[in-house]
């Protein structure tokens, strides 16, 4: 039994497709980069978000971090229709497969390649959640403050109220 098994692991390595399997080092790369990027643009703009930029600025600045967003999107679908591939030439469950699968029928440097890929990915990920996590917390605080600047503007148009001339409100009840 544990030969049959053997044979059938070395058929597969022996007929693996390179080319779907190089196809899948590259967009791991474009996908580092990509990662590397919105990295730094995050990094960008938490100084931006310290700065007190303008409404306009903040939209500028999101509609660049869509297009990075959007090129990930684009290069984690080529990865996954890759590996969606593979899964078929290796005859395994398409949903299922991950890099570790593929890597166990790799018998060459691009094991390596492929592992030190994946960690890259993973550590820029972390980077990018922290990052994320800071500059959502900057955003809650800039809402704050604008929702109370908003209450103090709507109580002091607020028509029931009436004012002295000392500026304190006209409490109705003395009337």
């Known amino acids: 039994m544990f030969e049959q098994n053997m044979s059938i692991a070395g058929y597969l390595e022996d007929n693996f497709d390179e080319g779907l399997l190089s196809s899948l080092i590259e967009v791991l790369k474009k996908e580092c980069s990509v990662y590397v990027e919105l990295k730094q643009f995050l990094m960008e703009e938490n100084h931006l978000l310290n700065s007190s930029p303008s409404v306009a ?98 109580s002091l148009v607020d028509k029931s109220a009436i004012y002295l001339n000392t500026g304190k409100l006209n409490d109705f009840s003395e009337n």
Not at 90 to 107: A, H, N, W
Request: aromatic share 4%; no cysteine.
């Open 57 to 154: 600025k903040i939209n500028d600045n999101n509609i660049l971090k869509e297009n990075i967003i959007l090129k990930s999107r684009i290069l984690e679908e080529v990865r996954v229709n890759i590996l969606r591939k593979i899964a078929r030439q290796l005859d395994t469950d398409e949903g299922k497969i991950k890099l570790e699968d593929v890597m166990k029928y790799v018998k060459n440097e691009k094991t390596n390649i492929i592992e030190q890929l994946k960690k890259e990915l993973m550590t820029v990920a972390m980077d990018i959640t922290l990052l994320n996590n800071n500059n959502h917390y900057i955003l809650d605080i800039y809402n704050n403050n604008l929702n109370s600047s908003l209450e103090i503007l709507s």
